[in-house]
């Protein structure tokens, strides 16, 4: 019998619509057996039945190394335990109760997931927001997208990518920065890359300091030096304003802070910033030209901008070029951040990072917080007004005995944290730390005190939003494996241990996600005309979605600003005027590299599936450093050579990969092999012993490194 579920694709923000076909067969002892193969859903208005390796492969490591059972140890020296259920959440609701007893609520937190499914993220928040009453609640999104976040609140009064990926099909120029797109959104980029393929006069600019396969087949590529991103974009809007192509009208209009802007950018001119980007001024000019010239400019960005000191200002700056030229709210044109993950979106709009709400609300809002008090039936002031902390405070919060209880679900901080020596160290300190994951062991797992085994996606229904802002149904077509449950149930069940049985009376996630579609009514993240029911029936909804739609009457391609009608009091978008103040930790006579990280195209973050899956294994088998051949002359390094990489925090050691595609100066290490995946590549590298890479994560995405060629 063949069964076949439609369904998004669990890695990346791109959103794809995958198809789950099964086959079922009766075994010679009459059990029947189920396997499921993977292919692209032709019917997901996001992908069009296009797929990568990745979400082709995926079934390949549901199974693999799971989580079957709660464990517990006493100590981070001791051996688990295997415990019940009642077991565990019984631990969890003593220690949450007995450290708000001795330290205050402020001392609980919570490290979440763009993994999780929207649900189990609207209930985390319902539990520690408005139950437990502290903001203590973040997620690895903050690594990832807060910086897009704070950028569109300040530049457009609201979170939320105004784009869609039709812009993709109609752009006259796609301006591509700090996001090597060919090989981490590589569906989105095939549909850009034939667009620019078959329209003639469509250019395509890629801003990056290596040659990646997305640079390689632009227009222009401008090998920026990095953290120089803020000159380049001020660089340009210089030009554009020199040569009179702003939009005064627009600008006049619809916007704010057009003069300070203007007067800030009268520091950037052409030959100051090509020498600071480290690149040809004819290129600067070709760059703002495109701008200039184009009807539709579209910009994308992902970790290179966002990751970073100064994120938010880059972000902002990328804005205030579309502000300039009034390429936002029409076919083609906007400002794109790229999501990293699944359901990164899905976090945004329930609220899932320190200083944000369910609905793109604020903790800072007396209103906002109100309306959720209101709707939680909590009473007033129960919701803090005071931020909770962010990923990085909370080991801050770790190291001076402020936090005691820390929760992770969904990911993998011992890999993918900043600062690993000093994380581990305040991790090793925490008094009592749960791990909720699907996959045992993990580089995370070794520091916890308990371990709660998870449903990870095939195994639980929810829905999760991509980057276009398209919400999907991920429905359970698998059983669960051993014992682990749904995230959502288990905050759920920890609530109403808690007291809160009123909250967290849901019978299923269908339940959780109409509560939640609710309290979105009327914002930019709509979801209350939605209902898994409607998305069961009628496939992925694009948000904002106040009503419920059918098939035929369903609005694709959905922008928002086409009104150019901004989220701020007065409707206007602001500018925001920020100088440049390059790499956070700039290189020197000591650390005289800038070291920059990033993904493969076919790993994903830490390899907890990707590792565990032959084909990708095998074209990706090792980590390794890409070097500039005068680099590697200088220092006697030759191609595979081990090479130690050292930071002011950290070490590790990588074979070369000697290359043009970086800039001298300039080494780059894949982001994907913590110590778990590390002794795998030393068995796979044969002829170099490779050490663990384990505590090299820069602090941002470019620190100051050495290089050291190790005797071998
Ligand atoms: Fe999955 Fe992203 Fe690949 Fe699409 S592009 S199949 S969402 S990993």
Redesign the pocket.
């Given at each position: 019998m063949i069964n076949l579920v439609q369904t998004l694709?669990p890695?990346?923000g791109?959103?794809?619509g995958l198809e789950a076909v099964s086959q079922s067969t009766e075994r010679k002892d009459q059990r029947i057996e189920t396997a499921y193969k993977i292919r692209g859903d032709r019917a997901h208005p996001s992908?069009q039945g296009m797929?990568?390796v990745?979400?082709a492969t995926i079934m390949e490591s549901i199974a693999k190394d799971r989580l079957l059972y709660p464990m517990l140890r006493e100590n981070l020296e001791a051996e688990f335990r295997r415990v019940s259920w009642e077991e565990a959440l019984e631990k969890i609701v003593s220690e949450i109760q007995q450290t708000k007893a001795e330290f205050g609520v402020d001392a609980l937190s919570m490290y979440g997931s763009g993994q999780f499914q929207t649900e189990d993220y609207y209930i985390a928040q319902k539990l520690f927001k408005g139950c437990l009453g502290t903001n203590n609640f973040d997620a690895n999104s903050r690594l990832c997208m807060s910086s897009a976040v704070s950028g569109y609140i300040k530049s457009f009064g609201s979170d939320g990518p105004p784009c869609c990926y039709e812009d993709l099909d109609l752009t006259d120029c796609a301006f591509i920065i700090g996001s090597n797109m060919a090989e981490c959104?590589?569906?989105l980029f095939n549909r850009l890359r034939r667009h620019h393929k078959t329209k003639p006069g469509v250019k395509l600019i890629v801003v990056d300091p290596r040659r990646t396969q997305t640079a390689e087949v632009a227009d222009l590529h401008l090998a920026i030096q990095p953290g120089t991103d803020i000159d380049l974009l001020n660089g340009i809007a210089y030009l554009l304003l020199k040569w009179e192509k702003c939009d005064r009208l627009f600008i006049q209009k619809h916007t704010n802070g057009f003069a300070e802007f203007c007067e800030l950018v009268q520091f950037y001119p052409p030959e100051k910033v090509a020498i600071t980007c480290g690149i040809p001024e004819q290129d600067l000019e070709i760059a703002a030209k495109y701008w200039a010239e184009s009807q539709a400019v579209l910009s994308l960005w992902s970790m290179g901008i966002n990751q970073s000191a100064q994120g938010t200002a880059k972000v902002q700056s990328i804005i205030n070029l579309h502000l300039l030229t009034a390429q936002i709210g029409k076919p083609g044109a906007g400002a794109f951040s790229l999501t990293g993950q699944?359901n990164a979106m899905g976090g945004r709009e329930a609220g899932g990072l320190s200083h944000l709400l369910p609905g793109y609300r604020s903790v800072k809002n007396p209103d906002h917080r109100r309306e959720l008090e209101e709707h939680w039936g909590l009473s007033s002031g129960q919701i803090s007004a005071q931020p909770g902390r962010d990923a990085w405070e909370i080991i801050r919060g770790i190291e001076q005995g402020e936090v005691q209880f820390l929760w992770i679900a969904a990911t993998n901080p011992v890999v993918s944290f900043p600062d690993l020596v000093r994380t581990k160290k305040a991790l090793k300190k925490c008094k009592f730390t749960v791990y909720q994951d699907a996959y045992y062991p993990t580089e995370t797992s070794a520091y916890a005190h308990l371990l709660l085994p998870a449903t990870q996606w095939s195994e639980k229904t929810g829905t999760m939003t991509n980057s276009e802002r398209m919400v999907s149904l991920c429905p359970a077509f698998q059983p669960c494996m051993g014992e682990s449950r749904h995230d959502w149930e288990i905050f759920a069940e920890v609530g109403r241990r808690l007291g809160f049985e009123p909250q967290f009376s849901f019978q299923d996630s269908g339940e959780v996600y109409t509560e939640f579609a609710k309290i979105t009514k009327g914002r930019v993240c709509d979801h209350s005309g939605i209902s898994h029911a409607i998305l069961a029936s009628e496939g992925a909804m694009q948000l904002p979605c106040a009503e419920p739609e059918t098939r035929v009457s369903k609005i694709t391609n959905k922008r928002l600003y086409t009104d150019l009608q901004f989220h701020t009091r007065d409707r206007r978008a602001n500018f925001g005027a920020y100088h440049s103040q390059g790499m956070a930790e700039p290189t020197d006579l000591e650390y005289p590299f800038a070291l920059t990280t990033g993904r493969l195209y076919g790993h994903w973050h830490t390899q907890t599936r990707t590792g565990r899956i032959p084909k990708i294994q095998q074209m990706h088998p090792n980590p390794f450093i890409e070097i500039h051949p005068r680099d590697a002359k200088k220092l006697g390094i030759e191609a595979q050579d081990l090479v130690e990489v050292r930071s002011r925090r950290g070490f590790a050691k990588f074979p070369a990969l000697i290359t043009n595609a970086i800039a001298p100066g300039v080494v780059f290490v894949p982001m994907h092999w913590g110590y778990l995946w590390a002794d795998q590549a030393e068995a796979n590298a044969l002829t170099h012993p490779l050490a663990c890479p384990d505590s090299l994560q820069p602090e941002l995405k470019a620190c100051a490194v050495q290089l050291k060629v190790c005797k071998h």
């Open positions: 694709c890695y990346c791109v959103g794809c992908s797929v990568c990745k979400g959104h590589p569906i699944p």
